[in-house]
């Protein structure tokens, strides 16, 4: 661990959280000039063959209803959210075989010629091979989000059914190696974790160069094997994005969904502790009730567009103002 790197996790162990918050946000306004991007959500399947203990899309579970959306239904989808000045899109599904490489080809290509190519396309569908992330890119996806989830190799092997810990973190260079703006990122609190596991997946993000950190609070499902296990408090998900904030001052790091369905503010502290990324869910009404990952989740009755509205005031009400951005990577332009 170098000298750098060793005062921050100092500093970070040592210091209560508003003092922790507060170098954070300082950070994160020297690199973002307190400005929030947006990126729209959808999230067009909830079909999953994976079996992660945690999740309600897992396949086990036989309470919820499965849906994949159109491809003309994606299109004006994104097209609305275009149109209300959304510059980049987020596609989330399980890992959903209907996809074959040939219809997630035809499906990006779609999506990007909705925009004209302007806006940016972020894929997170799973695992898949290496091959399929070049096909994909050469279509036209622009970045990649794949969650690590748990940085402690004995757990993260229990929580996703036996799935290692080192085949998630091939795939995440398998991306990087393919040229992808790379996120990923971890739940906090979850079963057996503790303080050495959430300073560990900090620094891994830092070890993986991450472009883009995504850290939200596990909350258990009540129709998961996890379902009586702790809800952990907020405070612990606030502390590990201002860790990766110091750790990582030039990632893209979103106010998650997850913290805003615990703690009516929860999206709102996270952006005044370092985090600069707020995500409107623009799924359609009649599906994102049943993108279960967690139960409680926020947003279930608003329209897309309303969402973002919405999730502008929320930045506001922080001193925070709306990026009209791609936001690209700020760690790829340096390399430019
Ligand atoms: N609580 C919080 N986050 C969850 N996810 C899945 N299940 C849960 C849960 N019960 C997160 C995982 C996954 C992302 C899409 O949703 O981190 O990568
Ligand atoms: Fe599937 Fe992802 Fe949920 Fe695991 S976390 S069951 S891979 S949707």
Redesign the pocket.
Known sequence: MNDDIKSIIDFYRSSPLEKLTEKAEEVSYENHRGRVLLRGLLEFSNFCIRD?L????RRSNLNINRYRLSDDLIIETIRKGYQAGLLTFVL?SGEDRYYSTDVMIRLIEKIKNATGGEAALTL?CGIRKKDDYKSFKKAGADRYLL?F?TSEPALHAYLRSGFTLESRLAAIYDLKDTGYEVGS???VGLPDETEETRIKNALFCRELELDMV?I??????PD?P?KDKALRSLELTIRAVALVRLLLPKAHIPATT?AGSIDSEGREKLLSAGANVLMPNITPLPYRKDYT??PGKICLGEDGIKCIGCIELRARSRGKSILKDRGDSLYRAKEA
């Open positions: 992660c945690y999740c309600g899309l989330q997170s969650r989830e990122g971890y739940m995504g939200g609070p596990f909350i258990p499902h998961t996890l997850a990952l967690y």
